[in-house]
Each structure stands twice: as structure tokens, then as C-alpha cells.
């Protein structure tokens, strides 16, 4: 007999898109509600989820809230063990710390180890899907794939290429790229949960000849993501320049070469230009914030707010390991901090849509993960509200459910994450 899992406790649920319309009207929590999985899938929610038989396997909640897992939108496996890394700016950051460690990566071995330990973290942390960039090595690849499909994850990851700008050893060339990410994408995209991203690193590690390869390959394959990093750094931007004289500002040295699209996700994008911001929205790209990569590289204030309310498509990231958490929780808590530095204020409601929804719409994946519906995987997180005495106390003070709610996302970490869900398998409890 199939067993079938009832979750009660507070549901988290979205009916729209808070960052563009009133909060209250897009997110609700219902208090003292049930979530029913069968299958793999949500089948049930509410009134109707309060079924009862041998078969149901019951799971109290009270006072805790149940969310859909979170949604990484850009992360960097590799450097999972050089997160926190003393750092500088970003190029000194790459070349002391990154490409040293990205070389390790041509033994199998070793990236099936880093692969498991951070998709293990990433449970921990109630993330039930990332996209990430590997490394040159196609082995790589196939060690975070593997690792996913051993947890039936829904991953997005791609092969990074780089022939200009970084060690021998970690360059390949335009038609190496366009020919090893091709065989990968065969090879991957659509396996199960699995879904392929071309991945050039940007504009200063690939040559004009590498983007233009890669162009074609994302041409061949339009249904398919590319991701990438944009306008991160002032002194970047700069080089950039210097790379690239004839580009108009910094998303041309993409759109040049075929490279902006509707499946484009675009990494940081903190110093935009008017031309930048308006091709990216009309053009429907996604962007994923990084706020506590950039304030750890010093990288700059990102305008989440502002750039969603001009219709662009952004989603959260924790950009590990130059972000200097693995935790959904603390990257929200980092975008609330940077928005008060801009003068703006993000409700709960709103960054707990942009670490879920919000991100799998980044990720083109909006019909499978990131909201709790009928029909959507089971892919969940039940957070304790009080998982700590400094939040638990001012929990306690709390006079409504959201004032309950905040203190987790600001001072939350992976003792709040009770259980994490991966299509209606329990993979993480506490």
C-alpha cells in the first residue's frame, strides 16, 4: 500500500506576485491547515487534505509553517569548500581562491564528493532545487547530476566555459565548449528532474568566438537555460569595457552574440544601465539577486525592488560560495538589509516569494516547484518559528502570524528547518 503524508500546521500559499501587487493580496498563510502528499505530488490542501485511513501518515506541525522548499537561483557547487574565504574584490577572490579550487575538479572522485556534501548542505537548509555552474571539467557535471538524481532534486546546472583570462588547465575553446556542452545537454536536459543550462562564466573569460558558439548552441536549443554573470562589479563592468570596445555597455557583449533571451538568467546585475534595464525585461530574462555574495565582495546594492516593479523577472540566490551562506534564510534577511540600505522595506510575505516562486520562475520551472498547489511536486519545507531562544522569545510577542513569521527569516538558520521534502520523500528531519 502506497503510504500518503498529511502535514498540518500553518500553509503557506501564493495567489499572486507579491513584489507587483499588494502583498496581502497575493500571499496568505492559512493558520491551522494541511497539506496532503500522495505520490510524489501535493494532492490536497486545506479541508479537503484532511484525509484519514491506515495509509496516512500523519505529521504535526502546530505553529510551525509549511512552505515550499526554496529555490536557489544561482549557486556555484565547486566552491562549496572555500565558502567564507577571506576575500578582496571580485577578480583577486577568483584568482586566489576559485580557480585553484575549480582545478580539483578534473578527478571524479572529488566532485562526486563536493557534489554530495552540497546538495546535502543544501537540504539541510530547506533548498530542494538550485542552479548551478560546474566547472570546465564535464566530469563535473555529471557528479551533480548524479548526486541530484540519487535525491530525485529538480537541478539546473551547466558545464562553465572559459577560453581566455583564467589558468591553463581551467580554459577550454570555443569549439570544445560549444562541443562538450552540447554532448552534456544530450546527455542531461529533461532526465528525470534534471534540466541543462549553457554556462558561459562571462564576457571577461570567454572571447568573442567562445560566446558566439555558445550563442549557436543556445539557438539549436532555445527551450533550454543560459546562465551567466552581469554587471556584478564597478571595476568588472571596466574590463569589460576594455574586452569588448565595440559593445555598447555590458548585456551586449551577450546580446551580440546571441546570448539574451527569454531563458537567459543573469547573475548580480547590481550596476545597470537604462539600454540593460529595459532589453532584459522586454525580452523576458530572469535575474537572480545575490545580496549576501555582493555585500561579502562588496559588490554593490542591488535594486530588487525597483527592477520587479519595472516588470523584470527576479529571483534569490545564495551565489556560493562568494555568497558567504549556504542558508535561503539568511540570503532573504540580506535582501531585506540591502533594500533598507536603498531606502526601501520588503515585507516577509515578499521574500519568502522571491526564495521560492519567484526563483523557479527565474528558472522557468513555475508549473513543478515553488508553490504549494494541487498538482505541484512535493518539494517542501516546514519551518519552527522558535527554533532558537532569541527567536523564540520574540516570536512569543508576536500579535499576528507574519510578526511571527519575520524573526525566522531574519535570524533563522538550519536549526529552523524541521523537515525537507523532495517530491513526497522526507530527505532532512530534526
Known sequence: MTSRHLLTGHVLRYTGNPLV???ADAVHIAENSAVLIENGQIAAIGEDARVSGPDVVRHDHTGRLICPGFVDAHVHYPQTAIIASWGKRLIDWLNTYTFPEEMRFGDPAYAAEIANRYLDLALDHGTTSVASFCTIHPTSVDALFEAAAARNMAVVAGKTCMD?????????TAQSAYDHSKALLAQWDRKGRARYAITPRFSPTSTPDQLSALGALWAEHPDVLMQTHLSEQVDEIDWVQGLYPEARDYLDT???????????????????????IDRLRDVGAGLAHCPTSNAFIGSGLCDMMGLSRAGQAVGLATDTGGGS??????????????????????HASQLLWAATAGSAAVLHRSDEIGTLAPGMIADI????????????????????????????IMMGDDRAVIQTWVAGRCLRQS
Request: with cysteine; hydrophobic share 40%.
Open 21 to 23: 501587487q499588494p502583498w
Open 164 to 172: 581566455r583570462n583564467a589558468p591553463e588547465g581551467l580554459r577550454d
Open 254 to 276: 551577450y546580446e551580440a552574440h546571441g546570448l539574451l533571451g527569454a531563458h537567459g538568467v543573469y547573475g548580480h546585475a547590481i550596476h545597470l544601465k537604462p539600454r540593460e
Open 325 to 346: 551562506s549556504f542558508s535561503m534564510l539568511r540570503t532573504m534577511a540580506a535582501a531585506y538589509e540591502i533594500a533598507q540600505l536603498r531606502g526601501e522595506t520588503i
Open 381 to 408: 519545507c516546514v519551518l519552527d518559528l522558535a527554533s532558537t531562544p532569541a527567536i523564540a522569545q520574540r516570536t512569543h510577542e508576536a500579535d499576528a502570524i507574519w510578526d511571527a513569521v519575520f524573526p525566522t
